[in-house]
């Protein structure tokens, strides 16, 4: 079977930048998947997606004129239902027959096979493969009406252009133009009112002729690059610029790096056919700003890379991407800079006006800004905030801490008020930082306040100091208790609240900053319960008859809810990290309250499931929980030597007291993986016991006795992991 490579393009008005790179891996995968499921193309062809600001595209490698011939075999009926007892045709199996486009003939040639417990008569039939046409027509229709179009429009096609049945069509963009080449040869495919063509458009202003004929499917991309003064591929077109880019910064010297963002990257990639990087600048006066505020302005708003020093400090310069190349770019560059001088104005403006008032006299305007209607506004929202991270300070014995994580998180949420802020919601907390240090806060205040919302994404640095850290961890454990208690909860992929990254938050802060933060989990959520007794919100929500001071109104097991996600949050990071189910299972089973502890529960987990005893004592320890389990009430961990009558358990009660001074004077080290591998020395004593022992003996108290006994070794066992889940 010959087979040729195959070229499609739709050519559209300028499609949307951002997602401009995902409607053409969309286009080229579901069109080049619907070819391979109806044979014309094979599993290995390989398939190279195009997309510009004006085209989708796709080339699949070895596609087949026509698919070949399949032999299919249909199940008609059971034999019984088919067949009379003659053996001659039933009027149900021959109904059935003629659907299939056969007769009373094709009865000799059915096919008899046990089916299940009857057996049943099959239709075997030859389909012919689709042609190129058919196929490549179901594809294309597929690959339009599953592309992930961010936002529809409907238009009219031009009059006596649209093909019979075609007169509006609705698609991400207005399309113009189609291409569908097999090899050489177009494919007569329709689609958006649009017939195929073997011609297409290059560059708006640059492209040599118009339109582009292309010769066959293998030319396509050097001929729109030779003709049309576009590069058609994403991917090379994004690998341009970013050469350009680095090229660029370096001509201009003094070691500038261009800011690295990848997303801006992509997005400038899909606003440009024919890129070219050209340096501009601004009055260095406007560097007197953050220039946090002057790359986000010049980024978001203007699809500039800002230049950046060897020290990171931003340059007065900067580079454009345009979509020309013209002989003399000066004017391209002069308009630029003149299109970047009002938004640098308006920052600096910002900047210069917000600095007139104090962070401290701004206080009482978050009051009037409303947080959520059911917890309060941000005023109210930071004196729970100040009252958490007051608690923990005071916890940390630090009083100078308590002072300055006080101050902070008062400080905290003021720059919401801010103009800068209100311009660049992005910069809150970074202008808190600044704001603070020119209200003569100091750097511990000022840094605290920046550093408030980290870690924002995964991967992001925690706070820098222990203020920070103490006001960043109130303020999310703030977040989670409040929703929780309000029943605003996570559900699927949505968390319109990031409480899964304020959890992860928590988590980072708890097991990285270990040292600075030794406190238990459970401990904070019962303080961050409790801040909201002491706001008006309560009084507002407040059931009729309930208590002063109450929060009856929140769900009363917020602080376990909390617990329990905050818990599973930390299961699925450790399991990215590489641990086991099982070892991340045991240690979280006994939801060990110092977070920072739990990496070294694993090391002692992972070290005590190498020893040979391991899979003994994990046998024994489940077989124990399920002996306790089944006790009415619970059993103290507690034996009395004159009741131990058989050998076997006298011989556990020894190994116990024996192992107990080291497994304990490791415990208190802090020393997980010493204590558990003292528990080896059980093992023979323990097989014995379970060996020799009645543990339900009929005898109550010496029941009660065999039973302490198996809840002090159970208690010696599970102190750092819960070992019957190695079992």
Known sequence: MTTKNLLVELFVEELPPKALKRLGEAFATVLADALKAQGLAGADAVVTPFASPRRLAVHVTAVAAQAADKAVSQKLMPVAVGLDAAGNATPALLKKLQALGGDAS?????????????????????????????????????????????????????????????????????????????????????????????STQGHRFEAAVSPVVLQDADSYAATLLRDGAVIASFAERRAEIAR??????????????????????????????????????????????????????????????????AAGKLTNKFL?????????????????????????????????????KTLASRVDSLGKVVYHNKLGTQGERVERVRAIAKAIAAQLGDATLVQQADLAAQ???????????????????????????????????????????KPRFAGDTLPRNRAGLVVALADKLETLVGMFGIGNL???????????????????????????????????????????????????????????????YFDLDTPGKVEGFVFDRLSGTLREQGYSAQEVDAVLALKPQRLGDVTKR???????????????????????SNILKKVEGEVEAKVDGALLQESAEKALADALKNVAPSADSAWAAGNYTLNLQALAALKAPVDAFFEDVMVNADDPALKANRLGLLATLHAAMNRVADLSRLA
């Open 106 to 198: 094709a009865v000799a040639s059915l096919k008899r096979a046990p089916d299940g417990k009857a057996e049943a008569l099959f239709f075997e039939s030859t389909v012919k493969g689709a042609t190129l046409l058919e196929g490549l027509q179901k594809a294309l229709g597929d690959s339009i009406a599953k592309l992930p179009i961010p936002k529809v429009m409907s238009y009219q096609l031009e009059s006596g252009c649209e093909l019979p049945g075609w007169s509006s069509v609705s698609f991400v963009r207005p399309a113009h133009g189609l291409v569908a080449l097999h090899g050489a040869e177009v494919v007569p495919v329709q689609a958006l009112g649009l017939q195929a063509a073997n």
């Open 602 to 624: 694993l090391a002692a987990v992972r070290a005590f499931a190498a020893l040979p005893e391991a899979p003994a004592l994990a046998a024994a320890n489940k077989r124990v």
């Open 320 to 356: 454009v991407v345009s979509n020309i190349q013209p002989e003399d770019a000066s004017f391209v560059i002069g308009g630029n800079e003149r299109v970047v001088r009002p938004r640098l104005a308006d920052a600096k403006f910002f900047f210069d006006q917000d600095r007139k």
């Open 244 to 309: 350009q880019l680095e090229a660029a910064a370096a001509k201009v010297g003094g070691g500038c790096k261009p800011i690295e963002d990848e997303a801006l990257l992509d997005e400038v990639t899909a606003l440009v056919e024919r890129p070219n990087v050209l340096v501009c600048e601004f009055e260095p006066q406007f560097l007197e700003v953050p220039q946090e505020c002057l790359i986000l302005t010049m980024k978001a708003n203007q699809k500039y890379f800002p230049l950046l020093d």
């Open 411 to 453: 400080l905290a949420k003021t720059d919401l008020v801010t103009d800068m802020v209100g311009e660049f919601p992005e910069l809150q907390g970074i202008m808190g930082g600044y704001y603070a240090l020119n209200d003569g806060l100091g750097e511990t205040v000022a840094q605290a306040i920046e550093d408030h919302y």
């Open 490 to 552: 996570p559900t699927g992929d949505k968390d319109p609240f990031a409480l899964r990254r304020h959890a992860l938050g928590v988590i980072r802060m708890l097991t990285e900053q270990s040292q600075e933060l030794n406190i238990e989990l459970n401990g904070l959520l019962k303080l961050a319960f409790q801040s909201f007794e002491s706001t008006a919100i309560a009084n507002e929500l407040r059931p009729s008859g309930a208590a002063a001071n109450s929060v009856s």
